[in-house]
């Protein structure tokens, strides 16, 4: 992750990647997927989804599969 990018969308992608790791354990990709955007719309603001969004390119890298596909589903 580039040292450009702001140190909360750092720790937002740190919190993102936890998020998936805790509640995508042990389900397929489709369920996590869903869990993780319900979770997301129920619990972070809509500035954070955005932030993370509006960033995409530059944190992918960063993310698994399951937390862009979440971000996707929430667009």
Known sequence: MSSAIPAEL????????????NLGAGKSQES?????????????SPSMIESLQKHRAEIADELPAVALQALDKLE
Do not use: P, Y
Not at 10 to 21: A, T
């Open 32 to 44: 996590a997927v869903a869990a993780v955007s319900t979770h997301l719309k129920k619990f972070w």
């Open 10 to 21: 750092k720790h937002n992608v740190k919190m993102l990647s936890d998020i998936v790791r």
